[in-house]
């Protein structure tokens, strides 16, 4: 059945009168005739009438993704679930093309576009067009959704920008020249979430743009969803190595290969050359130089059960590869523009007729000329979340947020890029700065957004907190007031005058030149981790950093929680942060599961913290064990994550010997003070630390009135299943000639953070690239790990863990 859509001023679309029987009777019936009519070299091979064809025959197995190790996947891929992802939607997304019009910017590398000759009304031909096309879709059964343009003149383009998967994550994509990089959309991404129970999280690759760099969604990638193959035509729109990281990402095979049209230069897009539907394939396999990459892409369409249906390269010039099969009500749907599909030959048609139900083609003359796309351009595949369980989110305050574990897939993330503040430090400030070596400040900024790109990559929402404060200040002077009372009080900023004071203030600190500071740069801001931190039951508590200098990082959090809209729901504790006995640091505090806290007591938090902490959390959330970890109150072990992290659910990675032969440390700090003093030094290690208060824990158990103490603080968490398994920095205890050589080597790394790495999902986690060995150990046990080229940000005593606020992980991964 075919449904021809008539021109602009032809009214409305109808049916085309040929009746066709179902499409496998028709083409058991005519193989003959369709293998006679088709020219020789046409790639295409009947299609049987079974099952097994439209459905990959790859073989199923278990494999680790992100480090889930329960994860069902394909091997041609690697899916974030055990669910396999359908090749047709029957709904779709499409934009109004409201400012459509001819785009200067893309006009370099998209020869399909043509200037406009000013003898139409621009405006009302192509809203027909994109109507036409929309009631067309409508009347074969599918789902359009709508959306009002913004006025952007590529908006009726809007797969190029997003894209959703049957796993619930939605990708953002790179787009290559400004005007289309604005058409991202947050109401949209909410919108799609919300209605279609796409929680899984948001995969943003777009920062990528910053970097000239570009990956037009599934204009660039043309997917064989249920076979795991992204499709990929190299150009400057289809950048090879993000797409390499998006394959990884969505457990992807990428096929590559070059292009070159009429006059040798590249395809802007893949979609505009080659369609993969259910179970075939249109293609242009013309304007694929290297007979090796061609070949590769006929053997890979092949192996997936496609029947090729190859296009000239005239064909291809009338956007016929610009097709997309999706799903009806009545069976599966061709949408095509009227030009592609009139450009077709008699076989051709019949083939498709055979592997689909229904053709939509209808006319787009204007936009295909002006625009430089067709049909397939214009529809944005809606894949709603198969995960099970996934459903919308709430819109409380528990979707803020909602942590119950450290190896949840992190969803929501708060960060700080450091800033002019670090000018501030330099070798009379290091002290009060809580910094050991000065910084140069363009490296420590690039070095951290690679990091906060990196997370927004693998599927998390990152806000920062420039941002936050940039949105709270244009609420109005009244706000900024408040904000600036919030953190600094009143008398100063009546003394200073408003007028005179704007956010940045609050971070670089309020300077009368250098080093004269009214106030205090917030030069640890970045390590985010220990101003507040998120509990069980959706809590965000303001925390009472040791030091003053970082007590201020604390009021600023507690102010933007207080008047930043997004967490206008959200539950916050600030008992801690008011009572002057309590110091206590998020880096301090480690949520193995949703009933259990670890709390470290160390240099920063002390036991006045840890108890209060402990009262609150039996009173107002699910915590049922809350440990404390009595740690060395020196400043290489300042933070319990400094030595002890979760890398995957109950699997630490941590430092050899320290819990079960704290004797090794003793003997260490022995014979580094007698070193010390053969060279005339005064630096000496505190001996008592290891042998009269050896590192140990308490356990708190809700409803009993005493705790539960372990001498050897590691066999205690083993015991009571907060922990399975134990890695070390450096590698396997017994791996070294010595248990002090190790732990030697250990303490080097370990001052480079090598122990403070960062769980994005189960079994996945971001680490320094200096700490080698330690990399490699959490290698060879199965830990997916992420390097980070952090050499400036290593210089502020802090891993990834520390430069990270996470506020919501999901636990779909865990369960």
């Given at each position: 059945q075919v449904l021809a859509s008539q021109p602009p001023d032809g009214g409305n679309p109808k049916r085309g009168a040929r009746r066709r029987d179902p499409p496998r009777k028709a083409l058991g019936r005519s193989m003959a005739s369709l293998a006679r009519a088709l020219p020789r070299r046409a790639l295409w091979r009947p299609l049987r009438p079974t099952p097994s064809l439209l459905t990959s025959r790859c073989a199923w197995r278990v494999d680790l993704f992100l480090g889930a190790r329960r994860c069902l996947t394909k091997v041609s891929g690697e899916p974030i679930t055990g669910i396999a992802d359908d090749q047709l939607t029957q709904t779709v997304l499409m934009v109004n093309p409201a400012g459509f019009r001819s785009n200067e910017e893309t006009k370099e590398d998209n020869k399909f576009m043509a200037d406009a000759d000013g003898s139409t009304d621009i405006t009302k031909v192509v809203l027909e067009e994109w109507s036409n096309l929309v009631s067309?879709?409508?009347?074969?059964?599918?789902?359009?959704?709508?959306?009002?343009?913004?006025?952007?003149?590529?908006?009726?383009?809007?797969?190029?920008?997003?894209?959703?998967?049957?796993?619930?994550?939605?990708?953002?994509?790179?787009?290559?020249?400004?005007?289309?990089?604005?058409?991202?959309?947050?109401?949209?991404?909410?919108?799609?979430?919300?209605?279609?129970?796409?929680?899984?999280?948001?995969?943003?690759?777009?920062?990528?743009?910053?970097?000239?760099?570009?990956?037009?969604?599934?204009?660039?990638?043309?997917l064989d969803r249920p076979n795991r193959l992204a499709y990929l035509a190299l150009s400057k729109r289809a950048d090879k190595n993000i797409a390499e990281m998006w394959a990884k990402e969505m457990g992807y095979e990428l096929v590559t290969f070059g292009t070159a049209d009429r006059s040798g230069e590249e395809i802007y897009h893949t979609n505009v050359l080659l369609s993969v539907g259910k179970n075939f394939a249109v293609v242009c396999l013309d304007v694929i130089p290297s007979d090796t990459e061609r070949a590769n892409v006929i053997a890979k369409l092949k192996k997936s059960g496609k029947v090729i249906v190859p296009v000239s390269l005239e064909q291809m010039e009338n956007f016929a590869c610009n097709c997309l099969q999706v799903q009806g009500s009545d069976g599966t749907v061709l949408a095509m523009s009227g030009a592609a599909w009139e450009s077709l030959d008699f076989s051709q048609k019949g083939v498709l007729e055979s592997c689909v139900d229904t053709v939509v083609a209808v006319p787009v003359p204007t936009i295909e000329r002006l625009g430089g796309g067709s049909v397939r351009c214009m529809i944005a595949e809606v894949f709603p979340a198969k995960v099970p369980g996934a459903k919308a989110v709430p819109e409380n305050g528990n979707s803020v947020c909602s942590l119950g574990s450290e190896t949840g897939r992190?969803?929501?993330?708060?960060?700080?890029?450091?800033g002019l503040e670090v000018d501030a430090v330099m070798p009379w400030t290091l002290e009060p700065m809580k910094v050991d070596e000065c910084f140069n400040r363009v490296e420590l900024k690039a070095q951290h957004r690679v990091f906060a790109h990196l997370l927004r990559s693998r599927g998390a929402e990152v806000l920062h907190v420039k941002d936050l404060l940039t949105a709270i200040s244009t609420q109005g002077d009244g706000a900024k007031r408040r904000l600036f009372t919030e953190v600094w009080g009143e008398e100063f900023v009546d003394h200073v005058g408003l007028s005179n004071l704007h956010v940045g203030h609050l971070i670089t600190g309020y300077t009368r030149g250098p080093l004269d500071f009214e106030q205090p740069p917030l030069m640890n801001l970045f390590f985010m981790r220990d101003p507040v931190f998120c509990v069980p039951g959706g809590w965000a508590v303001i925390a009472r950093p040791f030091f003053p200098v970082r007590q201020l990082e604390s009021k600023l959090l507690?102010?933007?929680?207080?008047?930043?809209?997004?967490?206008?729901?959200?539950?916050?504790?600030?008992?801690?942060?008011?009572?002057?006995?309590?110091?206590?640091?998020?880096?301090?505090?480690?949520?193995?599961?949703?009933?259990?806290?670890?709390?470290?007591?160390?240099?920063?938090?002390?036991?006045?913290?840890?108890?209060?902490?402990?009262?609150?959390?039996?009173?107002?959330?699910?915590?049922?064990?809350?440990?404390?970890?009595?740690?060395?109150?020196?400043?290489?072990?300042?933070?319990?994550?400094?030595?002890?992290?979760f890398v995957d659910k109950g699997v630490v990675l941590t430092m050899p010997y320290f819990w079960s032969k704290p004797s090794v440390y003793a003997e260490l700090a022995r014979r580094a003070n007698a070193l010390n003093e053969k060279m005339g030094s005064n630096q000496r290690q505190d001996l008592d630390e290891w042998t009269q208060d050896p590192p140990r824990i308490e356990m708190l158990v809700k409803g009993q009135p005493s705790p539960k103490k372990y001498k050897h603080a590691m066999s205690g968490l083993m015991a009571e299943g907060i922990v399975e398994k134990a890695l070390f920095v450096c590698g396997a205890e017994g791996s070294w000639p010595t248990p002090e050589e190790h732990a030697a080597r250990a303490l080097t790394e370990q001052w480079n953070d090598a122990a403070n790495v960062f769980c994005l999902a189960p079994g996945t986690v971001v680490a320094y690239k200096w700490c080698s060995r330690t990399i490699s150990h959490l290698q060879d046990n199965g830990i997916d790990v992420i390097e980070l080229d952090g050499v400036e940000l290593m210089k502020g005593r802090g891993g990834a863990r520390c430069m990270t606020f996470p506020m919501r992980r999901s636990n779909v991964l865990e369960d």
């Open positions: 067309s879709l409508q009347q074969a059964g599918v789902n359009v959704v709508t959306i009002t343009a913004q006025g952007l003149p590529d908006e009726v383009f809007p797969n190029n920008w997003f894209s959703t998967h049957n796993d619930g994550r939605i990708v953002i994509y790179p787009m290559k020249v400004p005007s289309r990089a604005r058409e991202v959309r947050q109401d949209v991404i909410d919108s799609l979430k919300k209605t279609f129970g796409l929680n899984a999280g948001v995969v943003d690759f777009s920062a990528w743009r910053e970097s000239g760099l570009a990956l037009e969604g599934t204009g660039s990638l043309v992190l969803e929501l993330v708060v960060v700080h890029e450091p507690r102010a933007i929680f207080r008047m930043h809209p997004k967490f206008a729901d959200m539950k916050v504790y600030e008992g801690l942060h008011t009572d002057p006995e309590v110091a206590i640091e998020g880096g301090d505090i480690l949520v193995p599961d949703s009933e259990t806290v670890l709390i470290g007591v160390s240099q920063r938090t002390n036991a006045a913290g840890a108890q209060k902490l402990a009262e609150f959390l039996f009173e107002h959330t699910p915590v049922k064990r809350v440990v404390k970890v009595y740690i060395p109150k020196q400043r290489a072990f300042m933070h319990l994550d400094t030595l002890f992290t």
